[in-house]
Each structure stands twice: as C-alpha cells, then as structure tokens.
C-alpha cells in the first residue's frame, strides 16, 4: 500500500463546475496536509494547508480532512481553464520533521 | 521578498559524473528540504537541512549528499550519476516551527532539470 494514494487521471470538468480531487494517506498518526499545483514543466506551488479535522476554505478551494477515514480532499468550485494542472496531495507524518510525502498527483483537465 | 531560487535551470551530465545543485531559500526561511521528482511522479524526499545540519534523510543512496551554509543557503551534490538520475530536482524552503508541532510549510523554487545520457 503506497502511503499517499491519489487517482492519476485524468479528471475532466467542464468550465464552471466542481472538481474534486481525493487523496488517501496510510500513517494514522499524520498530522499536516498540503495540496499543491504543477502546471506542466513548473514546480509544485502550495494551494492550502490543512491541519484540523473539517473544511478549509480559501477563494474557490476547499480543503476537507477527515483523519478517522485517513482522507483528505480538494474541491474547486466555478473551475477554470486556468486550473488545469496537477494537483499533488502531500502529507508530514508525525515524528518525521519536515519530511513531506507526497501522492503521484492527479491530473485536471477543465474543458471550456 | 524573494522567493525560493535554484541553480543551474538545467544540467546535462554522462554517467559516472558528479553534480552540485544550488538552492537558495525564500527570505526569512532556514530550512531547506531537497526532493527528486521523475516524470509522471509525485516528488521524493531525498534529505532536509536545518542550522547547517542534515535533519531528516529518505531512501536515497549515499551518492547523494548535500550541504547548508551559514546563510541558510543549500546545496544538493550527485556522485556517479546514473541514467536512473535523470529528474527535476526540486529545493522548497521552509521555516521551522519552534515550540509546537511539525507544521513546517513548504514553498518549492522553479527546480533543476537534470538529464544524465
């Protein structure tokens, strides 16, 4: 079992909806969650952290945990084609210091 | 304020030479974590530095080394490179969190892309 699973594939939504983007984590005791976006050829760039059980929200991003489940999710309202991308599930497990383990990443598509 | 640098942008290299990536952190930052990304993967983490030392190491091979510096620059080095080596090597900064747990947010620089032929 990997230790942070995301589907790879790529998901496809039409300008204007909800994408959701789901990443699943194996170590119970992990702590701090991140999400990132990479467009194609650029490095990661941080879109939320997320430390608490429940919903974090920032502009059009929501972050959800749910640590009992071992989940954490990504949802983007009113998607653009400027989301396209990436998006990359990272997880700091306790007791690790500031290693970040990462999921192989899902790729958006949103078609206009 | 500047944000996460690296150097060079892009290197190519022959198997069984060696390498030094450069990585300077984002102001106010004094870690710097180093992380191999190959293509179509999530990045790996290779080491992470803190007050000039090595913090925190992931399944990475002795070839792989590095070093920090007293103005909390980095750099990654690359012994008998391998085809295998090929990636984009990615720098983040990040500053430690004293007093409370683990939280460190991590910001990448742009990366270097290596290619070993």
């Known amino acids: 079992q990997k230790e942070v699973e995301q589907n790879s594939g790529p998901l496809s939504v039409p300008e204007g909806a909800i994408a959701s983007l789901n990443c699943t984590y194996s170590d119970r005791v992990s702590q701090s969650f991140f999400w990132y976006r990479q467009y194609s050829g650029k490095s990661p760039e941080l879109i939320m952290s997320i430390y608490s059980n429940g919903d974090k929200e920032d502009g059009r991003f929501t972050a959800q945990l749910n640590k009992a489940s071992q989940y954490v999710s990504l949802l983007i309202r009113d998607s653009q084609p400027s989301d396209s991308a990436t998006y990359l599930c990272a997880v700091n497990p306790l007791y690790q210091g500031g290693k970040l383990i990462f999921g192989q990443g899902t790729e958006l598509s949103v078609k206009p | 304020d500047a944000g996460v640098t690296q150097s060079p942008t892009h290197l190519i290299k022959t198997r069984g030479q060696q390498v030094t990536l450069r990585c300077s952190p984002k102001?106010?930052?004094?870690?710097v974590s180093w992380y191999q990304q190959a293509l179509g993967q999530g990045p790996q983490f290779i080491f992470q530095?803190?007050?000039?030392?090595?913090?925190q190491r992931g399944n990475f091979p002795d070839r792989f080394s590095g070093h920090q510096f007293p103005n909390y620059s980095s750099e990654l080095n690359v012994n008998a490179l391998l085809l295998g080596d090929s990636a984009l090597y990615l720098c983040a900064s990040s500053l430690v969190q004293r007093g409370g747990p683990s939280t460190d947010t991590q910001y990448f620089g742009p990366g270097t892309r290596l290619t070993v032929l």
């Open positions: 102001s106010g930052h004094d870690t």
């Open positions: 530095y803190y007050e000039e030392e090595e913090r």
